[in-house]
């Protein structure tokens, strides 16, 4: 689904990933759930273009839903995939914290069960390898995608900052549709690590130039990144 020019989705409010399109190829956000393997394909077809444009995938962090046809195109099309140090181990499969469940319903519940085994997410891939990257740096993928650290929601968390596509990526720094409630609007996500360092971390999205703020989770969001912390607190 295209947004903007040179900004797309794939997935849904229930998980998402997102494409940035340009003359140099195609930055990959995320990668969802293995089954968005076709929806992909199908966004890429959309665009003239097939898996072999795509130049890079970048990992807001290392968790399964996230994580879907990442390894996919790094093995099978030697695709690097990008996630920051402190998520490495995470997104190999490594040990994650348990975090209480907190408020949830059922119905909700139930719609995020059933998509996700619809796309096949009982069948995490995590990544053999990966090329780690630290807050502030620039990648040399299209749309030069900067890095900004947003620890909490796990200790690797990313938001990416995409200026060519006025967009800002927050994974799930912030969510617009609780998974677990159905509640819409910018609010804490659900399975963070530390709720506390993960509302403290918005406020790094502050001095960035973006009408996009876009979660791994719910509806795309217009916002100006400023306004980001206020908003969501006033949700916590």
Known sequence: MKLAPHLHRIGNDIVAAY????????TIIDAGLPGHWRDLQRELASLGKTVSDVRGVV??????DHLGFAERLRRDHGVPVFVHEADADRA???????TPLGRAKALPVLRFFFYSLSKGGLRTHYLSEVT??????????PGSPVIVGLPGHSPGSIAVHVPVADAVFVGDGLTTRHVLT??????????TD?????????????HLDAAWVLPGHGTPWRARPADVESEVRSRA
């Open 19 to 26: 494409l940035v399109d340009t003359a140099d190829g195609v």
């Open 182 to 191: 159905g509640s819409e609007g910018a609010q804490p996500a659900p399975f």
């Open 59 to 64: 990992l807001t962090h290392g968790d399964s």
């Open 194 to 206: 530390d709720p506390a360092e993960a509302l403290d971390s918005l406020r790094n999205l502050a």
């Open 132 to 141: 780690t990257v630290r807050d502030g740096e620039t990648l040399d993928l």
């Open 92 to 98: 190999k499969g490594g040990d994650k914290p348990a």
